[in-house]
């Protein structure tokens, strides 16, 4: 692995009709490590992941990966998209949509072989879905969609990896299976950025975390960013004045 | 008619009055069977019965039906293909946009040199086509409109003025005898063999880029945001499949015409959809259901009165699809009938094993049968009805009647005490596990019996420790007392646990 940052942002904004979703955004970001994205809704989070890969117009600013443009190292990127993002009555199979992960690697003209199929095997095996390799993806479960999604991933082969929401609709069990999947990825030395929306396990899970909230409000290892003040900052808005309201009138001497 | 004279002088209008006089008629004419009918305009105007078409029909003799058929066959096969990915990328009205938007194309390239030049339509059309779309994308983006208001309106406007220019067109000297009225709905008899080359070289070009870039427009197709990610070109692939979808438009016009051409592009996709779970199956099915489609539609307008090819064509897809509609083995409507049908007839026929278990349950296992009059009893049913439930049974071999006396079969003594080992742990389940009154409990038993697998059940036994009462004190009977009344090998008993 090279020196360079696996993901380097520099004032990035991004807006939908004009209206900024996401605000001169500065973010460096280290190699090996599982990180957390995590703000409440309409922070940007699915927004900034998106735009790094291109997939939203970018208003300013740069991203780069390795040390270029994202176009130059598509391959070394990998995506989990959010599962409500596709029609799951498409008519394809759980292998087929594994095998979509080497799409990006063979180009062109080029089919999928029979190392690429191995590979594919070997990616269901890891998210416990082999069995199911032959089925339409209508006929799994939420979490098995999920999983389906996290082998394809797995399937890319990348350095980074940005992954939407990977735990919406999970039982705990498979919860417990992707993060293990995930650690192992980040063992590899492979960097990862994930979206999640659960504080509690985001503090078990992560490394490090990005808060976001239309820019970024802290990003540092989870020891150091998790603290009251920063998630009130991050969470904040119309919350902080409100609670700020709340604690002054409880240090108030109730009227008597 | 006199109603419909006013219309006349337009195309469609022209059209409708000819095959609404002759709808009627050929069902008369196909019932009779050897009436003399008149040849659809792609024979000459000889009178001959339809045995003699038919004949003449299949064995090519006029260069006018290859023609037809094999343009028939080009054009079912371009679009049945490239319609394929319309409906997985959902975007079906496009198509119907792109058909409709191409007739000013077709009328501004009749006008390049005043003659049916196919290669000048073939271009008229596709730009009018393309900007079309591309109308419709920067309706899209720029305001707040979304793409089906966008499409409606770019469908109605392109083709509101195309139908002013065929009607210009046709007023002028040479424009009556011009046949750009078949645009409207297609007549195969029109092709030449210029048409035909250009239809040949079209769906080439479309066998071969769908070949080659299947994978491209499968990935593109099921996860575009993913696609890019990982560096496919889904703005290159789904512009080029713009392009092709117009191009196979353009040169379905002739035979089918602007009105139906999209149906030929969506109803034997539609149809192949819900035939099969795979896309590259998919893509073949719906392929062939363009060409069957295509031929009857040319079959049937040359054998039968003169009825346009376009829409018997169509009707020839329509026809598919409401097969696949009512018969296909998994979506199709019948066979879903069929399933909860036999599934019905299932539940009926365990529900009289768990019967005839609770009567031979109550004798203490002492008598071997069970007789009529008990299980009517047990089930508050007339004699009848306990008749019919047994002869059911036996049907089945799951019991055997002599006399009036049910005998279990071994089958039939396993599946009762299945049922009502299923029944039973349920309940206790639901009562210990999740919470619920005991009387609570027995209806949503009644359902979960039928359908409890054996893992189900092994996890159930394990979580309730392997217990032997159920909420209401009976006795939960065990693999071990299942197999041994059933009077089963040992073999089946080194299965359960010691």
Known sequence: ?256 | MSSNRTWSSDPAGRATVHAGRWLGLALLLLAAGVAPVRAAGIGDLVEINWVEQAARFFTFQDATVRYALLGSILLGLSCGLLGSFLVVRKMALVGDALSHAVLPGVALGFLWNLSKDPLAIFIGAMIAGLVGTALVSAITRTTRLKEDAALGLVLASFFAAGICLVTMIQQLPTGNKSGIDKFLFGQAAALGPDDIALMGTVTGIALVLVTLFYKELLATSFDPGFSRASGLPSRWIHHGLMLLLAAAVVIALQAVGVVLVSAMLITPAAAAYLLTDRLHRLVLLASAFGVAAGVSGAFLSFVGPSLPTGPLMVLGASFVFGLAFFFAPRHGVISRWWRRRTGAARTRRENTLKSMFHVWEAGGFRAEGVTLTELAEKRRETLEDAQRLGSALVRHELATLSGDVLYFTPAGKQRAGEIVRNHRLWELYLTNSAGMAPDHVHEDAERIEHVLGETVVRALERRLDYARVDPHGRNIPTPREIHRDAGLTDESKRRERP
């Open chain 1, 1 to 256: 692995m090279s020196a360079e940052s696996p993901l380097e942002i520099h004032d990035l904004t991004v807006a939908y009709h004009r209206k900024p979703v996401l605000w001169g955004v500065d973010l460096t970001v280290p190699a090996g490590q599982l990180i957390g994205i995590i703000g409440p809704n309409g922070a940007g989070k699915s927004t900034l992941i998106k735009a790094c890969m291109g997939l939203l117009p970018v208003q300013s600013g740069w991203v780069k990966m390795f040390g270029q443009p994202f176009a130059k190292v598509a391959t070394r990127v990998g995506y989990v998209p959010q599962r409500e993002s596709v029609d799951w009555d498409f008519p394809v199979s759980v292998m087929d949509v594994v095998l979509m992960g080497r799409y990006g690697r063979l180009g062109l003209l080029r089919r999928p072989g029979k190392a690429d199929r191995e590979l594919a095997r070997s990616c269901l095996e890891k998210v416990q879905l082999l069995p199911y390799a032959n089925r339409q993806i209508a006929n799994l479960s939420g979490g098995q969609q999920q999983r389906v999604f996290l082998a394809r991933a797995l399937a890319q082969q990348a350095d980074l990896y940005f992954m939407d929401e990977p735990f919406s609709g999970v039982d705990a069990a498979t919860e417990a299976a992707i993060i293990a999947v995930l650690r192992e990825l980040r063992d590899q030395g492979r960097t990862l950025l994930v979206v999640h929306h659960d504080l509690p396990t985001a503090r078990q899970y992560f490394d490090r975390l990005l808060l976001l909230n239309m820019n970024v409000v802290a990003f540092g290892p989870t020891s150091e960013v998790y603290t009251p003040e920063l998630l009130q900052r991050t969470y904040g808005g119309r919350l902080t004045i409100l609670s700020e309201v709340a604690q002054a009138l409880g240090a108030q001497e109730p009227p008597r």
